[in-house]
């Protein structure tokens, strides 16, 4: 979900490199190789031969979407204790192991997934893989940790409820979803927290950290034949243990409602919204779009409009993040208390022009190109084309998704644009923090 404002900060452990400054390969250098290992795990390497980095993503099926409000927060519980100390070394030794690789390694609970993170100089890759695997099979999950880290995590929420934008973010999902799991945060509850001891993060981590529920990705300057041998004799030994059955999660139910609140602010906090598609939808590539024009940058509607023509808001934007169920359309305005009422009405009137009036070529071809950019730029770097790689293949999308989301947000239209806003910004949930 969205950085900074859904998704909790990197449970981590610091290291001396962030992972790869570089262009994304073209086809002519990067080779792409994919094996599913005898045990279920799936394994992709990406060869990227233009700077001497690796990085690794590890994710597993295991966040907020298989989550109740009596286990919220539970994934991201389990990843803050899992870095404080494996079977071989203490959280300190192995933040000191990766730190002389040139790296960092960091794990969290998001929504639909969960992620061992690490990256390093690309000659100690065989070692980063090492590392990937002790603290994936090899956490100790210490009973004095999980009471310290539920401690932490306390903190974290009401440092969140004490912060507006946070606690509007979290509101908003909490009106929007309703009973479907994507309510729920991702740091979870002081009442989910509480009623999650040991026995439940042991629990966690068993039926999440099956290898047929996991997929790794590496992606730098390695040789892909090499890593693939490396993957299996590191991850190839751990038994499949039976993919087992998801429940089914009832798909939440758009509905339109208006929350307001107050809290000691600077600013108000305005967001409205609804329910948009998930990632395998045929209207993604167009709501993206839709969005774009919308919240875009400087360019965008709203900070356009109603920040720099009628000085209405400090931030103007919008978010459209992908996930598997039913995704989130949110325009967000953060604005001084005096104007908040005319700042939400200006808003709605913004929401009823996208939805009356068809944008023009120039500007649905300036969203496309903004979009498409932010796109290219994002998997520059190793550490994202590892995420990338993995969180499509754990979303169940085909392997050339990239190439198809560029094609369908090129022929998307301006008819297109008009018949998803006016379908998907119908039923409009809204929440408003005001400042006191």
């Known amino acids: 979900m969205t950085p900074g404002v859904r998704r909790p900060a990197v449970l981590g452990l610091g290291g001396l490199l962030a992972a790869g400054v570089l262009t994304a390969p073209s086809a002519a250098v990067a080779q792409l190789r994919h094996e599913q290992l005898d045990n279920g795990l799936t394994v992709i390497v990406r060869e990227n031969p233009v700077a001497p980095v690796v990085a690794v993503s590890l994710l597993v099926k295991m966040g907020t979407r298989w989550e109740q409000p009596a286990t919220a927060g539970i994934a991201n519980f389990v990843h803050a204790v899992m870095v404080k100390g494996t079977a071989k070394r203490s959280g300190a030794e192995l933040a000191e192991a990766v730190a002389a690789l040139g790296g960092k390694i960091s794990a969290t609970g998001e929504v639909d997934y969960s992620e061992i993170r690490a990256s390093s100089l690309a000659r100690f890759w065989r070692d980063l893989l090492g590392l990937v695997a002790e603290l994936a099979f090899e956490p100790t999950l210490r009973t004095d940790d999980v009471d310290r880290e539920r401690d932490w995590l306390l903190s974290r929420i009401q440092k969140r409820r004490d912060n507006a934008p946070s606690r509007a973010f979290d509101a908003f999902y909490a009106a929007l979803y309703g009973s479907h799991p994507y309510a729920l945060p991702a740091l979870g509850t002081p009442e989910s927290l509480a009623r999650i001891d040991h026995a439940a993060i042991v629990a966690a981590y068993r039926a999440g950290y099956r290898p047929e529920r996991m997929v790794l990705a590496v992606s730098g300057q390695v040789a892909a034949s090499e890593v693939l041998a490396e993957a299996r004799r590191r991850f190839g030994g751990m038994a499949r243990a039976g993919a087992g059955v998801d429940p089914p999660v009832p798909a939440p139910i758009a509905s339109a409602g ?40 400087m360019a965008g509607r ?21 996930v598997r169920e039913p995704g989130a359309l949110v325009l967000y305005l953060g604005t001084a208390p005096e104007n908040a009422q005319q700042a939400e009405a200006a808003l709605l009137a913004e929401v ?22 932010r796109y290219a730029m994002d998997r520059r770097t190793n550490e994202r084309l590892a995420w990338y790689l993995a969180f499509y293949e754990i979303e169940g999308q085909p392997r050339d998704f990239p190439e198809r989301y560029r094609r369908a947000v090129e022929t998307v239209s301006t008819a297109d644009i008009l018949r998803v806003a006016q379908r998907y910004l119908g039923a409009l949930t809204t929440v408003v923090v005001r400042a006191r």
């Open 258 to 297: 208006r929350i307001e609140l107050e809290m000691p602010a600077q600013q108000s906090q305005i967001l409205t919204g609804s329910l948009a598609p998930g990632l395998d939808h045929p209207d993604h590539a167009a709501v993206k779009v839709l969005s774009t024009i919308l919240g875009g940058g």
């Open 302 to 322: 709203l900070f356009a409009e109603l920040r720099d023509k009628q000085g209405l808001a400090y931030t103007a934007t919008s978010y459209y993040d992908p």
């Open 352 to 373: 009823d022009r996208v939805r009356r009036d068809p944008v023009s070529a120039e500007e649905l071809t300036r969203a496309k190109g903004y979009l498409l950019g």
